[in-house]
């Protein structure tokens, strides 16, 4: 594993889901460590990033979630300083940590996603109802692990407006979806490769943070049980969905399938969990692939610029 040299798995950062980064980011280190690669941690809520150079890194694994992280600012602070990383470069982390203007690529490609409104203290709750129906999904646009989001199925109670007050504390951009019904399905892309789909069923329906990271009641089916040639048509969906972004290395795609076959993709992550309860490694280990052989494929995709059409275009579903 001299190959790739001195590396850094980036953990920790300053975005609310530190939390969980450094259940990733350990997760990770162990992992790279284990297959003999020269691993060190690196919290960059503690350190400054220039000491990357200094010291002498030549790749950095983002472990990191949530904005800074997530969201283009790491990555093209690693740009500057010339230090491959892994995952999506600069302009696809930063559309893809934004939930609207992703929905506004997608909508421009055919990519199916649930219908939505972006709402601000002054929105008509009643003119959204009439236009989306119940229940709805109050979200704020550029956050990630669930945080700051409530499911409204009434609003004799203000509980639209309180939605949103709760969305807003966490961003100022806020959006209102559409709450569609169905199986909850994610789907991991890693270097170019569609994985196996995960079912997932949440205690009462509700996969929120808690249930995520934490829970043990939460059930995970891999392979999902879909008819092949839907699990196809869903995993080939998302590739191209993940692709017309620019996201690049590897990523996962959340998603809705309705009873009536038809799906709607919610959102992409590019820097996904790492943790025991992460539906990439997941997906990964349905595949035929450990964790630790994952971590060691997301390094290698590690690089420095942008993606060429070759490398981030023309992938597979398998």
């Given at each position: 594993?001299?190959?790739?040299?001195?590396?850094?798995?980036?953990?920790?950062?300053?975005?609310?889901?530190?939390?969980?980064?450094?259940?990733?980011?350990?997760?990770?280190?162990?992992?790279?460590?284990?297959?003999?690669?020269?691993?060190?941690?690196?919290?960059?809520?503690?350190?400054?990033?220039?000491?990357?150079?200094?010291?002498?890194?030549?790749?950095?694994?983002?472990?990191?979630?949530?904005?800074?992280?997530?969201?283009?600012?790491?990555?093209?602070?690693?740009?500057?300083?010339?230090?491959?990383?892994?995952?999506?470069?600069?302009?696809?982390?930063?559309?893809?940590?934004?939930?609207?203007?992703?929905?506004?690529?997608?909508?421009?490609?055919?990519?199916?996603?649930?219908?939505?409104?972006?709402?601000?203290?002054?929105?008509?709750?009643?003119?959204?109802?009439?236009?989306?129906?119940?229940?709805?999904?109050?979200?704020?646009?550029?956050?990630?692990?669930?945080?700051?989001?409530?499911?409204?199925?009434?609003?004799?109670?203000?509980?639209?407006?309180?939605?949103?007050?709760?969305?807003?504390?966490?961003?100022?951009?806020?959006?209102?979806?559409?709450?569609?019904?169905?199986?909850?399905?994610t789907a991991s892309i890693v270097n170019g490769r569609a994985l196996p789909l995960i079912r997932i069923e949440a205690p009462q329906g509700n996969y929120d943070y808690h249930s995520k990271y934490f829970s043990e009641d939460t059930k995970y089916f891999c392979p999902a049980g879909l008819?092949?040639?839907?699990?196809?048509?869903?995993?080939?969906?998302?590739?191209?969905?993940?692709?017309?972004?620019?996201?690049?290395?590897?990523?996962?795609?959340?998603?809705?399938?309705?009873?009536?076959?038809?799906?709607?993709?919610?959102?992409?992550?590019?820097?996904?969990?790492?943790?025991?309860?992460?539906?990439?490694?997941?997906?990964?280990?349905?595949?035929?692939?450990?964790?630790?052989?994952?971590?060691?494929?997301?390094?290698?995709?590690?690089?420095?610029?942008?993606?060429?059409?070759?490398?981030?275009?023309?992938?597979?579903?398998?």
């Open positions: 594993m001299s190959e790739f040299g001195k590396v850094a798995v980036l953990l920790g950062g300053p975005s609310s889901e530190r939390e969980v980064s450094f259940m990733s980011g350990k997760g990770v280190l162990a992992a790279l460590r284990e297959k003999g690669v020269d691993a060190h941690p690196f919290d960059p809520a503690e350190r400054d990033l220039w000491e990357l150079k200094r010291e002498g890194f030549a790749r950095a694994f983002i472990a990191l979630h949530g904005r800074f992280g997530e969201d283009g600012t790491v990555q093209g602070a690693l740009e500057t300083l010339g230090i491959p990383y892994t995952g999506s470069g600069v302009m696809a982390s930063a559309l893809a940590m934004d939930k609207w203007r992703t929905k506004l690529v997608w909508l421009a490609s055919g990519i199916p996603t649930p219908k939505y409104r972006v709402a601000d203290a002054r929105t008509d709750w009643m003119r959204v109802v009439a236009e989306l129906g119940l229940p709805l999904v109050v979200k704020p646009a550029r956050e990630g692990s669930t945080i700051g989001i409530t499911k409204v199925t009434k609003v004799d109670h203000d509980e639209l407006s309180r939605a949103y007050a709760e969305a807003a504390r966490h961003d100022p951009l806020v959006l209102v979806e559409e709450f569609v019904t169905g199986q909850e399905l008819p092949e040639a839907k699990e196809m048509e869903i995993r080939a969906m998302c590739l191209r969905a993940f692709e017309i972004v620019g996201c690049s290395g590897w990523g996962r795609l959340d998603l809705i399938l309705r009873p009536d076959g038809t799906f709607s993709i919610l959102e992409v992550n590019t820097s996904p969990g790492m943790t025991g309860h992460s539906l990439v490694p997941m997906a990964a280990k349905a595949a035929g692939m450990s964790y630790a052989d994952l971590c060691v494929e997301i390094l290698r995709g590690a690089k420095c610029g942008p993606p060429t059409l070759a490398s981030s275009g023309g992938g597979h579903v398998g």
